[in-house]
């Protein structure tokens, strides 16, 4: 009966094998996949974006960064996609400021899967600098079109690898993050009437 299901960042089962190898294969996910299925909305952030692509709820994988060491910063991103329920709260092409801590958070798939996933407009976030312009010197992991943030094709399910939950007060340095949640609440409001 929930609205919605939130898979959290944090190193599940040690990420021995790929970051979320593991955890994806757990008994929860088929609960987890079933939901997604009936329409209900997941959001994967970090170790849960790792998931939701280990799993298949998203195409592509997130893998070792280009510099293969952790990092944490914030970091700008660019709104590719305001018409999602993860990202209603947000205008097209708007640069906001959310945290990243990775080591494996380099975004990668098959050209085809990349072309399919710009067509139908799945990309939500890029990588960006402080004005919005997408470059490799903006792109702090190695992600693929500085891709950080991925729709599946129904618009349910959003992973990403910025942690958007530390970036949801002032006191916290920004509150960017913040809307998407506020539009997932919005969306799962306006579902219910």
């Not at 929930?2 to 094998?17: C, E, M, Q, V």
């Not at 007060?169 to 913040?178: A, F, H, I, Q, R």
Request: charged share 25%; net charge negative.
């Amino acid at each position: 009966d929930y609205d919605a299901i939130i898979i959290p960042g944090g190193f599940s089962y040690g990420d021995y094998l790929r970051s979320g190898a593991i955890a994806a294969k757990t008994e929860i996910m088929r609960d987890i996949k079933s939901h997604a299925s009936a329409g209900g909305l997941i959001l994967g952030i970090c170790n849960g974006a790792q998931i939701g692509c280990e799993s298949g709820l998203i195409d592509g994988i997130f893998t070792r960064n280009m510099y293969p060491k952790f990092i944490s910063k914030p970091v700008f991103l660019r709104v590719e996609n305001n018409v999602s329920p993860f990202t209603s709260e947000y205008r097209k092409g708007e640069v906001i400021r959310i945290p990243i801590a990775h080591k494996d958070g380099r975004y990668e798939a098959p050209p085809d899967i990349i072309s399919k996933l710009n067509d139908n407009n799945q990309v939500a976030f890029r990588f960006c600098d402080q004005e919005g312009k997408i470059s490799e010197e903006s792109n702090p992991n190695g992600s693929l079109e500085n891709i950080t943030g991925v729709l599946n094709r129904e618009m349910n399910v959003m992973v990403m690898m910025p942690h958007p939950e530390r970036a949801s007060e002032k006191v916290l340095g920004s509150e960017d993050g913040l809307r998407i949640f506020k539009s997932m609440i919005s969306y799962c409001d306006k579902k219910e009437k």
